[in-house]
């Protein structure tokens, strides 16, 4: 069976790529999250647009389910291919194709990852501003598929607000043109952005046209420890009140228990329960003083306890480190990972809840917290013990998530606030979509692809 399909996806498309090494199966059948054992029919590297429409054609023929694929650094399973899928992968669609610098865009095709984006858009002296820990990896059209938040949200939005335009292969191999880049374009419903955050149910994203935007401005990168949990929204407010935030991060002192482990540089002598990286505009004394006013304020309040100010840029990027190196650094434990967002408003009650909630129901496992406070998000990672087995552990958390989900309904948060609902995540999408709405998302997908081909299984069942 597998044979003679694949043979026939040969005589389709000719010069394409096809790998089907069982190593190649694992490695292209998987994400960040471990949970699933891949299992693809193959994986398909297409080398153009073209090549990506006649699978896509093909895979319509056959009704071959067909699993998009970018840099499969997502953490809720939304790439993981476990019941013989097709994995598309978009890793040979690489490369920058255009700069306009009067619209100030640059389209790339959508296996750029995000760093190579980075670096393109500095050659031209404009700044694209969506980063994340994982930008070396991470390709482009995945962050557009989950529609990607990271670090610098507080200040420049979710990758949604720099997407000009995109090109899309659909369900039966048609190539869609959406917005062209337009700045204005009122002429009915926007399937770009229908397309951001769709997960790869709706459509493969090939091409992207980005907005850009200036340089960021010369900042500084400060380093708190916090007293207590309570502090932490006060410490926000008076650092957003004085100064121009370009990132707010929060983790606690298990998360640097584990970045520390994996070799980043200690920052403070003693042991402090909470802390906060946060990065602002300076460049000018009124900036400095109001860096320094914030930081006093705080002191003073005994909200910090204490705290260190980037002099370099290698001192800035070791700050950063303690907070980016977390993920990696939990890795090796198999997290039970949660994403969760409320409104900033909501954030103080919100915490005070979930922190009750979660030290009564996981008393038995290491609960490791960190996030983008300024966004109302927060990644709690639940440690999997090493003589636990992956569906005992899984089974308990889910448990508890369940109560999480019920918080966060109460409070009108996400379930999801920048990784997806993919595999991972799609029981509980109920807390965070109403039964009308999720009813019409399911019919959005019906309308656009109604023999369920793309990436069956994630946002929800069929
Ligand atoms: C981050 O903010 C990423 O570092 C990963 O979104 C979060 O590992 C996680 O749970
Ligand atoms: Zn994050």
């Known amino acids: 069976m597998t044979d003679s399909l694949l043979d026939s996806l040969h005589s389709a498309v000719p010069e394409l790529r096809l790998k089907t090494d069982a190593g190649d199966l694992e490695h292209y059948g998987r994400d960040w999250t471990r949970r699933w054992t891949p299992n693809p029919l193959a994986i398909a590297l297409p080398g153009s647009v073209e090549e990506v429409q006649a699978v896509m054609r093909w895979a319509s023929e056959h009704a071959v389910k067909v699993v998009p694929s970018g840099g499969r650094t997502g953490l809720s399973g939304g790439a993981v291919a476990a019941n013989g899928e ?23 095709q959508a296996g750029m990852p995000l760093e190579a984006v980075h670096n393109a858009a500095r050659e031209e002296g404009l700044e694209y501003p969506v ?3 994982a930008r070396g990896s991470c390709s482009i059209g995945g962050n557009i598929a989950t529609n990607a938040g990271g670090i610098r949200v507080i200040r420049y939005g979710n990758t949604r607000e720099w997407i000009a335009g995109l090109k899309v292969v659909t369900a039966d191999g048609e190539l869609l043109d959406l917005n062209r880049a337009l700045v204005k374009n009122s002429s009915g419903y926007d399937i770009r952005q229908l397309m951001i955050g769709s997960e790869g149910t709706l459509g493969i994203v090939v ?16 380093l708190l420890a916090l007293t207590s949990f309570e502090a932490l929204m006060e410490v926000f407010a008076a650092f957003r009140e004085r100064l121009q935030l370009e990132a707010f991060e929060f983790f606690t002192d298990i998360a640097l228990k584990h970045v520390l482990a994996h070799g980043a540089v200690k920052p403070f002598d003693e042991v402090h329960p ?33 705290g260190v100010i980037s002099q370099s840029d290698a001192q800035a990027q ?21 994403d969760v967002s409320v409104r900033i408003s909501r954030m103080p009650a919100f915490l005070e809840e979930t922190q009750k909630l979660l030290g009564e129901a ?6 490791v917290w960190f996030g983008h406070i ?31 989900a019920q918080a966060l309904k109460a409070h009108e948060g996400s379930i999801s606030a920048e990784h997806g609902i993919g595999l991972v995540k799609k029981n509980y999408l109920d807390s965070t979509r109403g039964p009308a709405e999720i009813a019409l998302m399911r019919g959005i997908r ?10 069956p299984g994630k946002l929800f069942d069929a």
């Open 207 to 222: 091409e992207a046209t980005l907005r850009l935007t200036d340089p960021p401005p010369p900042t500084n990168v400060m």
């Open 374 to 404: 300024g966004d109302g998000n927060l990644h709690i990672n639940v440690l999997k013990p090493a003589d636990m087995a992956q569906a005992d552990f899984v089974r308990d958390c889910e448990q508890v998530t369940k109560l999480l």
């Open 86 to 108: 097709l994995v598309l992968s978009l890793e040979r669609l690489n490369k920058p194709l255009s700069f306009d610098r009067v619209d100030r865009t640059l389209t790339v």
């Open 318 to 338: 070791q700050l950063w480190r303690l907070r980016e190196g977390i993920t990696e650094s939990l890795a090796p434990h198999v997290p039970y990972k949660n």
């Open 274 to 306: 909470y802390y906060v990286v946060t990065e602002f505009a300076t460049g000018d004394e009124a900036k400095e003083a109001a860096a320094m006013a914030a930081f006093e304020a705080c002191m003073e309040a005994g909200w910090v306890a204490d």
């Open 446 to 455: 019906q309308a656009m692809d109604p023999a369920g081909l793309l990436n």
């Open 131 to 133: 980063d994340f820990a």
């Open 362 to 367: 996981y008393p038995q496992f290491e609960v």
